[in-house]
């Protein structure tokens, strides 16, 4: 699985261009142990696979992109919402270090269960998986550098916006059948946010989701 994991992301890197932190990352996180054992051979093709409950672990390259656009940073303290397999909170927690913190929101508890089980074997103490409804945010601990949010939205929800901090950045699918990727940026005066393109995720469920 080495070998394929070290092909993966060095494709990666020539394809997009990806930061040294980024392809570090993509290159030390065992993506199989993230994926249902039915699926694991495809763990390292550049796809998106089923983890049950109608859900899926986004494709490496959509994890790659979403931590460049985001920009983390050593250190920082970032808010993921729908932690899924898990996969995208470690890749995420490798770039921010010990140092930084992975707030992790799951809808489907039997999801969130089996994720933090998955990072606490791995040893990612610094990923922290909570049950909830992420469109609401996670408010005991903001303000936050950074959130991601990993299901389209109908629009960018209002908490998330609040407790992201001055300064700081969101990246959020937003959209129903045509589906595009936000990055908001944060300053004193308000947001400002920019569409990087067409994306296919599952809708985000909860108070500020799709009813669905
Ligand atoms: N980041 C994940 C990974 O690495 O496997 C992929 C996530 S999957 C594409 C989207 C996840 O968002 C699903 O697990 C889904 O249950 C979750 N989700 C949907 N609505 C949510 C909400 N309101 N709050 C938290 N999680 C939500």
Same mark, same amino acid.
């Given at each position: ?50 983890i ?22 050593? $250190?920082?303290? /970032?808010?993921?919402? +729908?932690?899924?397999?898990g *996969?995208?909170?470690a =890749?995420?927690?490798e770039?921010? #270090? ?38 609401k ?30 300064? $700081?950045?969101? /990246?959020?699918?937003? +959209?129903?059948?045509?589906? *595009?990727?936000?990055? =908001?940026?944060?300053?004193?005066? #308000? ?20 009813k669905?």
């Open positions: 699985m080495e070998i394929e994991r070290k092909r993966l992301a060095e494709r990666l890197k020539e394809e997009l261009g990806l930061s040294e932190k980024v392809y570090k990352a993509i290159l030390k996180v065992p993506r199989h142990l993230f994926v249902p054992e039915r699926y694991r051979e495809d763990s390292y093709a550049d796809i998106p696979l089923p049950g409950y109608g859900q899926t672990i986004s494709a490496p390259h959509m994890v790659a992109i979403m931590c460049e656009l985001l920009d983390l940073k050593d $250190g920082e303290k /970032v808010l993921e919402i +729908g932690t899924g397999s *996969y995208h909170a =890749v995420t927690a770039i921010v #270090g010990k140092k930084g913190k992975v707030l992790s929101i799951e809808y489907i508890p039997e999801l969130a269960v089996e994720a933090e089980k998955n990072l606490k074997m791995l040893g990612y103490e610094n990923v922290i998986v909570i049950v909830g409804d992420g469109s945010g996670y408010e005991p601990e903001a303000p936050y550098d950074k959130i991601y949010v990993t299901a389209a939205a109908p629009d960018i929800p209002r908490p998330l916006i609040e407790q992201l901090k001055v300064g $700081g950045k969101m /990246v959020i699918p937003v +959209g129903s059948m045509d589906q *595009y990727l936000y990055v =908001v940026e944060k300053d004193e005066k #308000g947001i400002r946010k920019w569409n990087w393109g067409a994306v296919r995720f599952v809708p985000l469920r909860g108070e500020y989701g799709f669905c």
